[in-house]
């Protein structure tokens, strides 16, 4: 079933913005852009390019994948909001993948083999945002935000790998404390191509994604005005 799946994947969750397409098992078409302002305005344009460059057309797609978070605030809502509109012109059905497992996806599996692999993305705070996975991918814990003080009480036991964007602050961290750490270079922003592989891979194994609803680990910045 993995293998049939169209799948269109995007991602503004972080410091890059993304689409791409999964058909027939591998990425049909794909667009990566880094940026840290401008989601709204780069996010459909790169949708429109990778769905005429991969030759797909809405009605024959299987399925909408988003990352939910945890990520910007503003970010995430341009995501979701514009995957919840092509979902429902296209009449598609529409899921989330965690920035968390996007990003995990990208490390290669050998450097996977016989380590805990630590995600940890920035929160423009002081906390980091973080989940483990084992070898397999499968999660070790909930995402989380750790202040990088608490990161190595925090991870499992064993041999460690860490990747995003706040991958170098939270090897210091954990060194710290006492817990050895490689850096996996390669894999730094979520990118809807890992998006869309995420999605087809937990459709093949139990149908089912997460609701396409933001993930926030802490509250948003801001202010409320006295009265």
């Known amino acids: 079933m993995r293998d049939r799946l169209t799948i269109l994947a995007l991602d503004s969750a972080t410091a890059a913005c993304s689409a791409a397409v999964l058909s027939g098992g591998t990425i049909a078409a794909h667009r990566f852009a880094p940026m840290t302002t401008g989601h709204a305005q780069a ?4 949708i429109e390019t990778v769905m005429t460059e991969s030759g797909v ?3 024959a797609l299987d399925h909408i994948a988003v990352t939910v978070g945890p990520g910007a605030f ?3 809502r341009v995501g979701l909001a514009a995957a919840q509109g092509l979902a429902l012109a296209a009449g598609k059905p529409i899921g989330g993948v965690t920035t968390l497992e996007a990003v995990a996806r990208a490390v290669d599996a050998r450097a996977r083999e016989g380590a805990v692999l630590l995600v940890a993305i920035e929160s423009k705070r002081q906390e980091l945002f973080v989940q483990s996975f084992a070898a397999d991918l499968s999660p070790l814990d909930a995402p989380a935000a750790i202040l990088p003080e608490h990161l190595s009480a925090h991870v499992p036991p064993g041999g460690l790998a860490v990747a995003g964007d706040a991958a170098i602050r939270a090897a210091d961290a954990l060194a ?3 817990r050895r750490a ?3 270079a390669g894999a730094v922003h979520p990118d809807a191509a890992h998006v869309a592989t995420a999605a ?8 089912v994604l997460l609701p396409p609803r933001p993930l926030y680990l802490r509250a948003p910045d801001v202010t409320v005005a006295r009265a």
């Open 176 to 178: 710290a404390g006492g």
């Open 57 to 59: 057309a809405y009605a």
């Open 74 to 76: 503003t970010g995430l």
């Open 182 to 184: 490689s850096v996996m």
């Open 200 to 207: 087809a891979a937990r459709l093949a194994a139990d149908g």
């Open 43 to 46: 996010l459909v344009p790169l």
